[in-house]
């Protein structure tokens, strides 16, 4: 066994090497001066392995001696006193901690409009409740107590999308073995407030909406060129005011959207007709975006803005055009003669279960033709607004 007084006078030499106290406890001399205490144990595995357990004269040789005796006891259990302590300090991790590491690893697999939600929610409201607290303390109380704050100031449906998150969250970290149970999973649901859905209304008349495009043309130009493309074209909003030059491909008369752009993280593919195109002509700029007056995209509330202020709030919005489009289009399948799945895949829908797995065509043929009937629809609804006299009807659906 060694004694205080060996340590002290133990000489630095060119080389590394080690004193031993037995039952695996060594001191490993190193070059630069540092006398580390070390561990020496066979895993469970039986492999050879050894763990730092402090530097003299910092931790006393008495105090190595009782830390062997701990470590041993962790050997006899079958475990590998290495593992172990990355697990100890993995439990120590704070929430605000993962929540950093999640958001560099979902950036990639998400849409831009999409990543900018999820992170504003996990910092405005998961890391502000509970970014400092360790991540394997948090109970399903404390993440329901965060939810229940979220109700209080009446962001209900905020609250279920920040559950959802938190819910994804743990299970990353559950995976990277932070720790040992996703306790999101044990919020009881049943018991959050249910949400009041304001969904996005949007018009299915063909008056209404002959209506609405002579309104539309009292808009600024590039506001009116955007409604009046995503009214044609019925892209996301997102998917409008982030348009590029480089996307539209003229000669072949298609805009080929990539899967990072796109809530389904696939590439898009809208075919041009002769109206979108004389729109696209009109907007022509030498700027990165199509709808746009300097260097960035379009206002997030341009368009909505336009619409509002000519009568439109609570009728119209502009992602409610999908809805139009897509309640009209499936109405007139027998005029068109365009099957329901083109119209999905126009809309870049995923569609669900067996089908949408299976389901490998892209339809692009019907959807050239579909889109030529649609524009032609548009355009004389355009020229004779008042010309159809069925009564005029809003419905409303979810997003």
Request: include cysteine; charge should be positive.
């Amino acid at each position: 066994m060694l004694n205080d007084t060996e340590l002290k006078k133990a000489k630095i030499l060119d080389k590394e090497y080690a004193l031993y106290d037995g039952d695996g406890l060594q001191v490993t001399i190193r070059p630069t001066g540092t006398k580390a205490f070390e561990f020496k144990y066979t895993t469970p595995d039986k492999r050879r392995q050894k763990i730092v357990i402090g530097k003299y004269p910092i931790m006393t040789l008495a105090e190595a001696r009782d830390k062997r005796i701990e470590l041993q006891k962790i050997v006899s259990l079958g475990k590998d006193p290495k593992i172990e302590r990355e697990a100890q300090k993995k439990k120590g991790v704070v929430l605000k901690v993962v929540a950093i590491d999640y958001m560099k690893h979902i950036k990639s697999d998400l849409a831009p409009n999409t990543y900018k939600r999820n992170s504003g929610i996990i910092n405005r409201e998961i890391i502000r409740q509970l970014g400092s607290k360790p991540i394997a303390e948090i109970t399903r109380f404390d993440v329901l107590r965060m939810i229940r704050d979220m109700e209080a100031r009446e962001i209900v449906a905020t609250s279920k999308m920040a559950l959802k998150i938190i819910t994804r969250m743990f299970r990353y970290a559950l995976s990277e073995g932070v720790i040992e149970h996703n306790v999101c999973l044990d919020v009881d649901r049943g018991v959050l407030k249910k949400e009041n859905r304001q969904n996005l209304p949007h018009l299915v008349s063909s008056k209404e909406l002959g209506v609405l495009i002579s309104k539309v043309k009292t808009c600024s130009d590039v506001t009116r060129l955007a409604i009046m493309f995503a009214m044609h074209t019925f892209l996301r909003p997102y998917n409008v005011r982030y348009l590029e030059w480089t996307e539209i491909d003229f000669d072949n008369r298609v805009i080929v959207i990539s899967g990072e752009k796109m809530k389904t993280r696939k590439p898009h593919i809208v075919p041009l007709t002769d109206s979108t195109v004389k729109i696209l002509n009109e907007a022509r700029n030498k700027r990165k975006y199509v709808f746009s007056t300097s260097y960035k995209p379009m206002s997030e509330m341009a368009m909505q803005e336009a619409l509002k202020r000519r009568g439109y709030e609570h009728i119209q919005t502009v992602h409610g055009f999908r809805h139009t489009a897509s309640t009209i289009l499936n109405e007139n399948i027998s005029k068109h003669g365009i099957h329901s799945d083109a119209i999905e895949k126009q809309l870049a829908h995923v569609v669900s279960g067996v089908k949408g797995v299976y389901n490998k065509a892209e339809y692009l043929e019907e959807r050239v033709k579909l889109m030529r009937w649609w524009s032609q629809f548009l355009e004389e609804l355009s020229r004779t607004p008042h010309g159809h006299t069925e009564q005029s009807c809003v419905h409303a659906s979810q997003a």
